[in-house]
Nanobody
Framework: QVQLVESGGGLVQAGGSLRLSCAAS????????MGWFRQAPGNEREFVAV????????SYADSVKGRFTISRDNAKNTVYLQMNSLKPEDTAVYSC??????????????????WGQGTQVTVSS
């Protein structure tokens, strides 16, 4: 099991940028793939991005491709989500999550065994 704590959320104007961080603590960070999800009021939780430990392979939701970048620093046990060109429809609670496989890529929330508490991102128009 790995514990996850997000930070970096806040209020930003449309077209602006935010960088979210997720600090992980646990015994084997290298065994985990890391991802980001978001949930807006009245909507289901949706996949945003995921990154594998091995080879730094990534996958993104179509809605954020070209605007968001996921990265990780294994030495710091931290995963990041750089969000550029933000739109009001990006407003949501963003959560980081982890699953135990560095080689398999997934966007299914059922595969993620550990979740952070979430951080609010609000984009004004």
């Amino acid at each position: 099991q790995v514990q996850l704590v997000e930070s970096g959320g806040g209020l930003v104007q449309a077209g602006g940028s935010l960088r979210l961080s997720c600090a992980a603590s646990g015994r084997a960070f290298s065994n985990y793939a890391m991802g980001w999800f978001r949930q807006a009021p009245g909507n289901e939780r949706e996949f945003v991005a995921v990154i594998l430990y091995t080879g730094s392979r990534t996958s993104y939701a179509d809605s954020v491709k070209g605007r968001f970048t996921i990265s990780r620093d294994n030495a710091k046990n931290t995963v990041y989500l750089q969000m550029n060109s933000l739109k009001p429809e990006d407003t949501a609670v963003y959560s980081c999550a982890a699953y135990r496989s560095p080689y398999r890529i997934s966007s299914d929330p059922a595969d993620f065994s550990s979740w952070g508490q979430g951080t609010q991102v609000t984009v004004s128009s």
